[in-house]
């Protein structure tokens, strides 16, 4: 195409989770469109021309609020893409079973199609009442990770490097948390409790818990184990480090659409802890899974996602924990198979075949 018939808004100014996906998307259908591409709360007030196509990535979090006054002025930015647009089409997720009717009414209104990255997600969006087409498309594995021979020479995270001394010189079987924000929704209390009970029987087992500068609440419960933080964003060679020093990765989640940490994990041939229910059912050959009771929140006062999730029981959490440590060897070997299986599945030029093919029924 000679002019872009394709614009793709997300967030650029605020660098978070959806903004990596959403540049790997770009790329993706940079392999067959023109695409324009712009800040998604800046860009309503420049749009100059119409588009066949428009992504919003992603909905809710740019497009509602809890205060009257501050939604309406956000609808009034979608309102305004939504005249620019024969389609519409955004990039969302389902953190919990249940999205809120305000949610379901904005689809509605709004969009021909939603792209969310897992099946819990796209059973969650029609449960809920969403009646446009909702496509998932996984979230995918950037191949300077999964292909990285990460040397600490080449590390300047002062953490990263900070837990390669101490991993080196104490021996520390590392247990590894991910948590960039939403503490409850990602299991940091029964981590805490895990790890605790874990460590009382293991001297040598080190919690490391890597966020971003944002600080989260429950960080104060985890911190009460023996443990090291690791604060900021790491490049894919830095990523691929902190996975090679883990031996075993947590992924407790109550709730989430698809979380990737889990899958690279994988990818980098470490064991994965987590549950076989919502987003993990997708891809649950790879996880080793922990006994749940079924919760009725997720992320409490939350007015997106409403709804319930699983809750890993902490007790049993442990016990895989000191399993897998036990049986490292063979549990290893069987990882270094998923790990292949997992980067030839998720790889990106798969899944953005299948995002080209998604857009093309839009484009006519």
Same mark, same amino acid.
């Given at each position: 195409m000679s002019e872009a018939d394709i614009l793709y808004l997300y967030p650029m100014k605020e660098r978070v989770s959806f903004t990596i996906v959403a540049e790997k998307h770009i790329e993706q259908l940079y392999n067959k469109f023109d695409v324009d591409y712009f800040e998604i709360t800046e860009y309503y007030a420049k749009l100059d021309k119409r588009y066949k196509v428009i992504f919003t990535h992603p909905i809710f979090w740019v497009f509602t609020h809890l205060s009257p006054a501050i939604l309406y002025e956000r609808l009034g930015w979608l309102e305004r893409i939504y005249e620019h647009a024969d389609n519409l089409i955004g990039f969302d997720v389902a953190d919990s079973d249940r999205l809120s009717n305000l949610c379901v009414d904005i689809v509605n209104e709004y969009y021909k199609a939603v792209i969310v990255p897992?099946?819990?997600?796209? !059973?969650?969006?029609?449960?809920?009442?969403v009646n446009v087409d909702v496509y998932v498309l996984p979230h995918g594995l950037s191949d300077d990770l999964i292909n990285a021979? *990460?040397?600490?020479?080449? @590390?300047?995270?002062?953490?990263?490097?900070? %837990?390669?001394?101490?991993?080196?010189k104490f021996g520390y079987k590392i247990v590894l948390f991910f948590l960039w924000h939403s503490g409850y929704r990602k299991g940091a209390d029964i981590v805490a409790n895990a790890v605790r009970i874990v460590q009382s029987k293991r001297k040598d087992v080190l919690l490391v818990i890597k966020t971003t500068y944002v600080f989260d609440p429950y960080i104060v419960m %985890?911190?009460?184990? !023996?443990?090291? %933080?690791?604060?900021?964003?790491?490049?894919?060679?830095?990523?691929?480090?902190?996975?090679?020093?883990?031996?075993? @990765?947590l992924c407790p989640s109550r709730g989430g659409g698809f979380e990737l940490n889990a899958l690279e994990a994988v990818a980098r041939g470490k064991p994965v802890i987590a549950h076989h229910h919502g987003c993990f059912m997708d891809y649950k050959r790879y996880i080793?899974?922990?006994? @749940?009771?079924?919760?009725?929140?997720?992320? *409490?006062?939350?007015?997106?996602?409403?709804?319930?999730?699983?809750?890993?029981?902490?007790?049993? %959490?442990?016990?895989?924990?000191?399993?897998?440590?036990?049986n490292y060897d063979d549990i290893k070997a069987k990882y270094a198979k998923y790990a292949k299986e997992v980067r030839e599945r998720y790889n990106w030029n798969n899944i953005g075949k299948k995002? +080209?093919? +998604?857009?093309? !029924?839009?484009?006519h």
């Open positions: 897992s099946n819990f997600s796209r !059973k969650t969006f029609i449960n809920s009442g021979k *990460p040397s600490i020479n080449n @590390v300047n995270n002062f953490d990263l490097r900070y %837990l390669y001394t101490v991993k080196r %985890l911190r009460k184990n !023996k443990s090291v %933080l690791v604060k900021g964003w790491l490049s894919d060679e830095e990523l691929a480090f902190l996975y090679d020093l883990a031996d075993i @990765v080793i899974g922990c006994d @749940v009771e079924y919760c009725k929140t997720v992320i *409490p006062h939350n007015h997106i996602h409403i709804g319930g999730g699983y809750t890993v029981k902490y007790e049993d %959490l442990a016990d895989k924990i000191l399993y897998v440590l036990d995002l +080209i093919k +998604i857009t093309e !029924k839009y484009l």
